[in-house]
């Protein structure tokens, strides 16, 4: 007896099917071998504590309930494909077990203890799930599209047809293969024998023919198509797909037609705003220039005169008027920055930062600003552009600082490698400023966007606008990282040689 009481043990612990068994109305753990343990994940000190104190997770999921009613009916339940949630290794994962609660009798007939027996399927569930969904995707996919399902028995030439392939083709009855190819076009049949001898290489064809009708009229369709091959390597069957694609050719030869028309009415039409834009910022330059000229022979000559109220309001005309004079120079040089060719030349960039270096020397002075600057290389680009590129940039660093700390600008560069192999430098120039919400940073490159009032920092606007404008033109990309009150951080990638003398 005590022999097979062993075995019974040596059979239950070393299944690899988790087993339990239970006792009582609190469903007291009586045994569980080390297979159960596992699904479970909660060690091995286990027995003789009750189920819900191992499994506290379980409280809202129905198995407690399931168990204790084997218990008191007798009845076995089996379940099949459940998700049971378990918190395992502190995360609470989600699996799917084949399970069942076995009613235990005594040889009296009574129930003294349940039987848990599962099945982890998680792996089958999921892999189930994605094919049906996969299945699922592709039969909507089809049928949606229009498209008709194909297969050709490459030794016999059966063809059967699915979905939509007998519309396509304007036919009502079963068809040869031979058939089907006399129907297209003449002069496409020599592109369908090539697409079908490069398929005996590559096992693919794919290629757009015309599809003659009974009344003459054409109807274009793409086909693309695979060859499964046999066992012993032969090709057997082509299966494909067909396509009516007439009303996208039609569309795209009227698109043509539209391009051309209406590139040549926007050239005429940029040609008369790059105009207007000229002699309009031309002509709001001179009473813009005319109001500060005369507000500051006010200020100097009659100042004695004013109250305070009366210079504050001169200093507010001025300050207007400044912002008016950017306004107009910012819209003039971003709608014209298209429109004038200019010569690409090898620049220096150390001496580029320089020279900004000199003409922001002011503000600089006045922040005590820290400018770190890195050894820079030589690229090729229009050098006007690119001094305003940066400009703009370093400008930006040094009227966005916070007020408690002087400015501290980082320039650093990198060169790498696009994807085509073509070299690239990267600069990046980072700043200890007020930074900017990661929300915004692609707004800010939007022409006339400000993320801050025009009261407490200057600008049109426009700055940031133009510098996506210059490095695009390069053939290059500008980038913004930051954070709100730590700073930001903005990359220019621009190629180290143009491809083209003029920009």
């Known amino acids: 007896m005590y022999d097979n009481i062993l075995l019974l043990k040596d059979i239950v612990d070393n299944t690899p099917l988790p087993t339990a068994v239970y006792t009582g109305d609190e469903l007291k753990i009586q045994l569980a071998n080390p297979a159960m343990m596992q699904a479970w994940g909660k060690g091995d000190k286990i027995i003789g504590k009750n189920y819900l104190e191992v499994l506290p997770e379980t409280q809202n999921q129905p198995f407690f309930e399931q168990a204790l009613q084997v218990l008191k009916t007798g009845t076995a339940f089996h379940a099949k494909d459940k998700q049971v949630d378990l918190m395992v290794d502190g995360a609470l994962r989600t699996y799917y077990f084949n399970y069942s609660f076995i009613p235990l009798f005594d040889k009296g007939g009574g129930i003294y203890a349940v039987m848990n027996t599962g099945s982890d399927v998680t792996e089958l569930h999921l892999a189930k799930q994605q094919t049906q969904s996969a299945e699922q995707r592709l039969r909507m996919a089809v049928e949606s ?46 592109l369908r024998e090539r697409a079908h001898q490069q398929a005996q290489t590559t096992g693919k064809m794919c290629y757009e023919a015309r599809i003659l009708n009974d009344d003459g009229s054409i109807k274009w369709v793409k086909i693309n198509g695979r060859i499964i091959t046999g066992e012993n390597g032969t090709p057997g069957t082509l299966i494909g797909i067909i396509q009516d694609i007439h009303e996208q050719k039609a569309f795209e030869e009227e698109l043509k037609k539209q391009v051309a028309e209406r590139t040549q009415e926007l050239r005429r039409s940029n040609d008369d705003l790059m105009h207007f834009a000229g002699v309009v910022s031309h002509d709001l330059k001179e009473p813009i220039r005319k109001i500060k000229t005369f507000n500051s022979i006010l200020k100097n000559e009659y100042k ?108 650093t560069s990198t060169i790498k490698n696009n994807q085509e192999g073509t070299g690239m430098l990267e600069i990046k120039i980072k700043d200890n400023g007020i930074g900017l919400d990661p929300v915004f940073a692609e707004k800010i490159f939007d022409a006339f966007e400000r993320l801050h009032s025009k009261d407490k920092y200057e600008g049109n606007g426009l700055g940031l606008a133009l510098c996506r404008k210059i490095a695009q033109r390069h053939n290059g990309s500008i980038t913004a990282l930051g954070e709100k009150d730590n700073g930001a951080e903005f990359t220019v990638t621009l190629p180290l040689k143009q491809s083209d003398s003029y920009l």
Do not use: C
């Open 304 to 411: 004695a005169d004013f109250s305070e109220n009366a210079k504050k309001f001169l200093q507010k005309v001025d300050q207007s008027a400044q912002r008016m004079q950017n306004i107009i120079e910012g819209i003039l040089a971003y709608s014209t920055l298209d429109k004038r060719s200019q010569p690409v030349e090898k620049i220096n960039l150390d001496l580029v930062i320089e020279n900004i270096k000199t003409d922001l020397e002011l503000i600089i002075n006045e922040k005590g600003a820290i400018l770190v600057i890195s050894e820079l290389p030589h690229i090729e680009g229009a050098p006007i552009l690119i001094h305003q590129l940066f400009y703009n940039l370093v400008h930006n660093a040094l009227k966005f600082s916070k007020a408690e700390e002087p400015p501290r600008v980082i320039i």
């Open 145 to 190: 599209s229009g498209m008709g399902t194909y297969e050709i028995d490459l030794a016999t030439k059966k063809i059967k047809t699915s979905g939509n392939f007998n519309a396509i083709w304007s036919i009502d009855h079963e068809i040869a293969n031979e058939e089907l190819i006399a129907r297209l076009h003449p002069e496409d049949q020599a």
